[in-house]
């Protein structure tokens, strides 16, 4: 069996980074089957990467290995780690790159307006974490400055051929997590949530689900303007909408067009609800 190992990194593609990291994990596994989920996370953005880690991995197959690699502490004392969840096994820094899929398999897990403080949150049954502490299985010498190709790429294509998530180092039941964004209601009972992500197309996505939404007809507020409805398909409308997109979020779109730069709005930006 080769399961699938799908890669999330801000290494861009202008540089050899990513292929350096394939080939590493190429020459212990020649028939690995390897993913690109994106290169394109800003660099050292740890919240942007969890964030389109947690959009992608649910559709892999299971059993698949997911490689987080956005490290702006890589050579400190940070933990790597290697997390084993009912359907997938991740391999990343400790530095909360998790925060998003630890989250949505611990809810309440972290909760907060905006990103703040890592806090350690205990593993619960089912969600199990190894710290990466074996050397055996590194590449030597071990870069300071590029852990990525000389310890988590040797211990992803080590777990691709078959070898216990447990042979790697010690059991620990903690993991660091931030706290993940969520919407509130503010003193005159207005949903109030944030741009948590902004896309390719410039959609500004927020942290508010269908679930958070209010009965009946509603008015959505970004960057001072009003947006009235909740629109099915980008085509259906002129000019902004206020849309549930296909990762589950209320997100501001513009139709041929940039929402993100019409509104000069950016990831922390509020984005209201409110009532018709």
Same mark, same amino acid.
């Given at each position: ?112 307006? !905006?990103? @703040?403080? +890592? ?6 049954? %089912?969600?199990?974490? $190894?710290?990466?502490? /074996? ?100 085509? !259906?409308? @002129?000019? +902004? ?6 990762? %589950?979020?209320?997100? $501001?779109?513009?139709? /041929? ?20």
């Amino acid at each position: 069996m080769n399961p699938i190992i799908t890669l999330t990194t801000d290494f861009g593609s202008d540089d050899a980074y990513v292929a350096v990291v394939k080939g590493v994990i190429l020459s212990t596994n020649p028939k690995a089957n390897i993913v690109d989920i994106s290169h394109a996370v800003e660099p050292q953005n740890i919240t942007q990467a969890a964030f389109v880690l947690s959009i992608a991995y649910r559709y892999f197959p299971k059993h698949s290995i997911h490689m987080a690699i956005v490290d702006p502490g890589v050579g400190s004392e940070r933990l790597g780690i290697i997390l084993k969840t009912p359907s997938a096994l991740f391999v990343a820094p400790d530095n909360g790159i998790l925060s998003y899929v630890v989250g949505q398999l611990l809810p309440g897990a972290g909760s907060s307006i !905006q990103p @703040q403080e +890592l806090e350690e949150v205990k593993l619960k049954r %089912g969600l199990e974490a $190894v710290a990466i502490t /074996d050397p055996r299985f590194w590449r030597h010498p071990v870069s300071p400055t590029f852990q990525g190709r000389d310890v988590f790429a040797p211990v992803t294509a080590g777990l691709s051929l078959g070898i216990s998530p447990y042979e790697f180092g010690e059991k620990i039941s903690c993991l660091h997590v931030f706290p993940i964004p969520k919407p509130s209601l503010d003193s005159r009972g207005d949903l109030v949530g944030h741009v948590i992500y902004v896309d390719h197309f410039g959609n500004l996505i927020t942290d508010i689900t269908a679930a958070d939404l209010p009965q009946g007809n509603i008015v959505a507020e970004a960057a001072g303007q009003r947006i009235p409805g909740i629109g099915r398909y980008y085509e !259906q409308g @002129q000019g +902004l909408m206020a849309i549930l997109g296909s990762s %589950g979020y209320l997100e $501001v779109s513009l139709r /041929d067009g940039s929402a993100s730069a019409f509104l000069d709005t950016i990831v922390g930006d509020e984005v209201r609800v409110m009532p018709a």
